[in-house]
């Protein structure tokens, strides 16, 4: 079957850094997107991956291992408004997106 | 209209009812989705159309059918809602079909009693 892993839920300060984590097995693997959602709204683009690697955009980062299937998303400088939830999905051979069922980031003072 | 939006915004629905999600976007994309969002769950697929004219089944199908007539309107139709299908309903948008980035729709919120 196919699975994506990743933490319920994360704690961290403002000002500080924080690394989720996503695991994933897949029939075929064609890229992975991570999106951030905030509570009640829609999920939003952040980044896409498809080679081995870090992709640095700003104060948020990503990285993948194909080999170890794993992907992780670095925040930095965490803001208060960083607090959200944190998706990542996979591009299957098939070209469907599998999506993990997020990480929860809350953000504390 | 910027984007992709949905409607209702929520609905609460009594077993058994029929009822029409709407979902427009004026991005010219070719590519749309529906998905469901459920607690401790990742988004699921419902049902997707590669292009105006053709649709195909998502992980989630039982129980809902789509229609595109066109490239910008995707409705989603439940034809004899269930409690199970309390839900949080996405329509998304991609540009092509091949796992572009997909835009997403602000969401319906339905419940089914």
């Known amino acids: 079957g196919q699975n994506i892993d990743q933490p319920t839920e994360m704690t961290a300060t403002e000002g500080a850094i924080v690394q989720i984590n996503c695991t994933y097995q897949?029939?075929?693997?064609?890229?992975l997107f991570w999106y951030q959602q905030h509570a009640g709204e829609a999920p939003t683009f952040l980044s896409y991956?498809?080679l081995d690697g870090l992709e640095e955009k700003g104060r948020f980062s990503s990285f993948l291992s194909r080999s170890k299937g794993y992907s992780y998303l670095l925040l930095k400088e965490l803001q208060m408004k960083d607090s959200a939830s944190y998706l990542c999905?996979?591009?299957?051979?098939?070209?469907?997106?599998?999506w993990g069922a997020g990480t929860k980031l809350i953000i504390k003072p | 209209i910027a984007g992709i939006t949905q409607a209702p915004t929520s609905q609460i629905l009594a077993a058994g009812r029929r009822m029409t999600l709407r979902c427009t976007q004026d991005?010219?994309?070719?590519?749309m989705y529906w998905y469901r969002q459920d607690l401790g769950l990742g988004l699921r697929l419902i049902h997707y159309?590669?292009?105006?004219?053709?649709?195909g089944k998502g992980e989630v199908p039982d129980g809902y059918s789509v229609s595109r007539a066109n490239t910008d309107d995707f409705p989603l139709t439940l034809a004899s809602a269930v409690p199970s299908q309390t839900s949080v309903y996405f329509c998304?948008?991609?540009?092509?079909?091949?796992?572009?980035?997909?835009?997403f729709g602000p969401g319906t919120r339905l419940t089914v009693l």
């Open positions: 897949t029939s075929g693997f064609n890229g």
């Open positions: 159309s590669n292009t105006a004219g053709t649709t």
């Open positions: 999905a996979v591009k299957d051979s098939n070209y469907q997106l599998i």
């Open positions: 991956n498809v």
């Open positions: 991005m010219r994309h070719n590519a």
């Open positions: 998304a948008s991609s540009e092509a079909s091949e796992g572009d980035t997909q835009y």
